[in-house]
């Protein structure tokens, strides 16, 4: 598909602007609610140095008051993304959802083994291994998908359960409850972490072409043809490029 404001020549539409906004919002979210989150937690169960936590707390005006802002945002964030979600539902998230969730036990396995091989390339092994043709969201990024939106669910369902006890029921954060509910939401977030340090290693280092989507919201039809050939043959069948 040809551009006329696009001087890169030939570039495939990837997503609107909407979604590129909903995506550097998030990804500024999860910055600032995990350098927050890790402010928040003294004592043995602390994850950070106490140092940085007291520095945390010392610019908001005590743990208190970083507890509340962060549960806050938390809340505004998970929010708009759900808003996003609702109000966005049939032209991009059910097309979203279809595309990326792995949730029966053969999709899980056949997105390892494709994740497998990507990754054993990467080191110079299993050169001759043979992968289907590549969907618009190839074995890992299905597998990252998934994770993030269960993960992202069980974060917002642990935190506001934790910040609801904090409120309302002061004994609740010394049971077992507030307790386990804090080792899940620190579990999920962690997970979530590994999945973005991949995420950006790929989207920085590896393919940096593709952080053009983000920006433009457009990708070069080459690099479009050579990634992702199953997604480009159902583009060239809709008459897209």
């Known amino acids: 598909m040809s551009t006329g404001n696009n001087p890169q020549g ?30 928040i937690v ?12 007291e520095w945390m707390q010392s610019v908001v005006g005590g ?12 809340i505004i964030w998970a929010t708009i993304l759900a808003a996003f979600a609702i109000a966005n539902w049939n032209n991009v998230m059910l097309p979203f959802l279809k595309r990326v969730l792995t949730l029966t036990p053969a999709s899980i396995l056949t997105d390892m083994k494709s994740m497998g091989i990507t990754i054993a390339q990467l080191f110079g092994l299993l050169k001759k291994a043979e992968l289907p043709p590549v969907g618009r969201y190839n074995g890992a990024q299905r597998l990252l998908g998934t994770m993030i939106l269960v993960s992202g669910v069980l974060i917002t369902l642990t935190g506001v359960a934790m910040f609801i006890m904090f409120l309302f029921t ?36 590896e393919t940096p072409e593709a952080l053009e989507g983000m ?8 690099f479009v043809k050579h990634h992702s050939p199953g997604w480009y043959d159902e583009l060239k069948q809709e008459g897209k490029v």
């Open 63 to 74: 743990q208190f008051n970083l507890i509340v802002g962060h549960s806050l945002y938390g």
């Open 10 to 39: 030939k570039m495939v539409f990837t997503r609107p602007k909407s979604v590129i906004r909903i995506h550097w919002f998030n990804a500024v979210s999860w910055l600032l609610l995990t350098v927050s989150g890790l402010g």
């Open 42 to 53: 003294r004592g043995d169960l602390r994850f950070m140095p106490a140092g940085f936590t």
């Open 215 to 222: 920006k433009s919201g457009y990708l070069d039809e080459d």
């Open 170 to 205: 002061e004994l609740m954060v010394k049971g077992a409850i507030f307790r386990w509910s804090l080792v899940a939401h620190a579990f999920f977030v962690g997970l979530v972490w590994i999945g973005l340090v991949a995420h950006i290693y790929y989207s920085v280092i």
